[in-house]
């Protein structure tokens, strides 16, 4: 279905696609941003939104947080907002303090995507494309994307596919905030963090061992951080706003789950990371509105680090990604 949310900057239609059966599954994407504006799916015979959302299109225009977008070229953040390749030195925008956080001013999340194709049976797609020119927010090349959605019977499937003409970085990535209930729980199989130097948030290079510290989510525990002073890295991030290491046996990359709600999902991805971020900033903007991040991606900062692994699409490569989010009801 496909439905009218609004005009940006007076000429161009912003449109609301809703993927997926009434009774199951559903979720409403926006060529604004390619934001995944609601995620439905019943649990004890009611319909239950899994993730916050906002009212209109001025709102999502207006937003700070990142609420549901697609993010690139770079997702997280990248220290100083520059970065060497092959010999040169490249300068980003740069939009939290020295650093580029999400891709820039604009990113990913602030434009307007083309529909290049939509199916409603008997599979529920959606395929959107994106044009980043050379040099926009300072990175080098022509880059052009494609993300599909596809909603199969409980999962939201996103591929991300991204090709350039000249080498680049690219680390996308999906941004919806989970909001099940209050009691939600999460478990990672992840061994090891990317601990941060400072509360600017970028990776000091090094992993660090979750075992006995507040990151160990092998089994599962609230989402909820503890005091922030039983940490130093709690302190830097006023929580949880870190990338761990995704253990290569994983069987998953998250499961978040609600008893209250009876509900759980389940994300897997190829990528060797996933930031939490636990939404501790987000009532600054939005008093009444509580979620969390969950993030499968590339390593933060990846291009300044050579021990992280390099997310540089060289010209004549495919960047390939899928990100699957599962949902069941727990009875």
């Known amino acids: 279905m496909i439905e009218a949310f609004g005009v940006l ?30 995620l439905v799916f019943p649990s004890r015979g009611t319909p239950r939104d899994m993730i916050i959302t906002l009212p209109d299109l001025d709102s999502y225009v207006r937003d700070t947080t990142y609420q549901g977008i697609l993010v690139g070229r770079v997702a997280n953040r ?33 434009r307007l995507w083309r529909v ?36 199969d019977g409980s999962e939201l499937r996103v591929q ?53 510290t507040p990151f160990d989510f092998r089994s599962e525990r609230s989402v909820n951080a503890p005091p922030l002073n039983t940490h130093p890295q709690l302190a830097h991030a006023g929580g949880y706003d870190h990338c761990w290491v995704l253990d290569s046996s994983r ?40 979620g969390i991040c969950l993030e499968p991606e590339g390593f933060p900062n990846a291009v300044n680090e050579p021990s992280f692994p390099s997310y540089i699409l060289e010209p004549g490569a495919t960047f390939h990604s899928t990100l699957c989010y599962r949902f069941d009801e727990q009875v």
């Open 160 to 212: 991300f596919e991204a090709h350039s003409d000249a080498a680049t970085p690219v680390n996308l990535t999906y941004h919806p905030y989970f909001n099940f209930a209050g009691d939600m729980r999460l478990r990672m199989p992840a061994s090891q963090f990317l601990p941060v130097k400072d509360a600017q948030l970028i990776p000091t290079g090094k992993r660090a061992s979750v075992e006995g």
């Open 9 to 38: 900057d007076g000429t161009q239609e912003v449109q609301a696609i809703t993927l997926g059966v009434k009774g199951g599954l559903q979720a409403q994407v926006l060529t604004f941003g390619g934001i995944l504006r609601r």
């Open 78 to 110: 990248i220290g100083g907002a520059r970065f060497n390749l092959k010999g040169r030195e490249y300068r980003l925008a740069a939009n939290e303090g020295p650093n580029q956080l999400h891709g820039g001013h604009l990113g990913f999340g602030k």
């Open 116 to 151: 290049l194709g939509l199916q409603n049976a008997p599979r529920h797609r959606l395929l959107l494309g994106l044009t980043s020119a050379d040099g926009e927010e300072g990175y080098p090349g022509d880059l052009e994307v494609t993300v599909e959605f596809c909603v």
């Open 251 to 290: 069987d998953c990359d998250a499961e978040l789950r609600s008893e209250s709600c009876g509900v759980r999902m389940t994300i897997r991805s190829d990528r060797p990371g996933i930031q939490f971020y636990g939404g501790q900033h987000l009532p600054a903007a939005y008093p009444d509105l509580s």
